[in-house]
């Protein structure tokens, strides 16, 4: 059974950082690319991030967080990682990792059609 489980998310103050972490089980990491989306209220689901499964670790960034936002993965451990520096009050949101539907990502990442399978999601919410 394939399964995402997202956490490492919480309230943090504007500038501050946090790294979410997604679990995966039931698949190989290694053989597909992972994309991270969220959703913030109001707001459809769309995908903000993703690497490639290749060892070069090819990722694409949405432009509204390109240069804070790192995606990082280990695919001995099954895991990968969303690192948030430079948070903004506009980055809060729920946080959902995904199984892309290949072995690399292409630029029609941001849309939910593109994953077949994603976590519940981890709460993020960026406050003073």
């Known amino acids: 059974q394939v399964r995402l489980v997202e956490s490492g998310g919480g309230l943090v103050q504007p500038g501050g950082s946090l790294k979410l972490s997604c679990a995966a089980a039931?698949?190989?990491?290694?053989?597909?690319?992972i994309g991270w989306l969220r959703q913030t209220p109001g707001k459809e689901l769309k995908g903000i991030s993703c690497?490639?499964?290749?060892?070069?670790?090819?990722?694409i960034y949405a432009e509204s967080i390109r240069g804070r936002f790192t995606i990082s993965r280990d695919n001995a451990k099954n895991l990968a990682y969303l690192e948030m520096n430079n948070l903004k009050p506009e980055d809060t949101a729920v946080y959902y990792c995904?199984?892309?539907?290949?072995?690399?990502?292409?630029?029609?990442?941001?849309?939910?059609?593109?994953?077949?399978?994603w976590g519940q999601g981890t709460q993020v919410t960026v406050s003073s």
């Open positions: 995904a199984r892309f539907k290949a072995l690399t990502c292409s630029f029609a990442y941001y849309s939910t059609d593109s994953y077949d399978y």
């Open positions: 039931g698949f190989r990491l290694g053989d597909y690319a």
């Open positions: 690497i490639s499964s290749l060892d070069d670790g090819n990722a």
